[in-house]
């Protein structure tokens, strides 16, 4: 009697283990899938031969880096004239002037 409500007991015990299984599998409730097309995927890197040197810039290049050195020059200024003018000295008025 004892031998079979303990094997009944672990039938039980394993079928809720299975079920508690069963039912972690679809706990996202198929966001898993509808997000997957949100994964980034990773591009495959060209490699570039540097024995002949450093390429040269291509136009696109070219304006991209004039504009960086631009907005490069003008927040430096921006930081030398804010800490000029918070110790009270004198400073530009013009950046590309000279005193």
């Known amino acids: 009697m004892f031998k079979k409500v303990f094997i009944q007991d672990y039938n039980q015990i ?4 299975k079920a508690k299984k ?3 599998k679809g706990d996202d409730f ?3 899938d509808f997000f ?3 994964k980034i995927k990773k591009k495959e ?3 570039v031969n540097l024995n002949k040197g450093v390429l040269k810039d291509n136009e696109y290049e070219k304006v991209l880096r004039s504009q960086a050195i631009l907005a490069a020059n003008e927040s430096c ?3 030398f ?3 000029k003018k918070g110790h009270n000295m004198p400073s530009h008025q013009d950046p590309f002037k000279s005193l």
């Open 36 to 38: 997957s097309m949100f």
């Open 81 to 83: 004239d804010t800490y």
């Open 77 to 79: 200024f921006l930081v």
């Open 30 to 32: 198929g966001l898993k």
């Open 22 to 24: 069963e039912s972690k």
């Open 45 to 47: 890197s060209k490699k």
């Open 14 to 17: 394993i079928i809720m283990e």
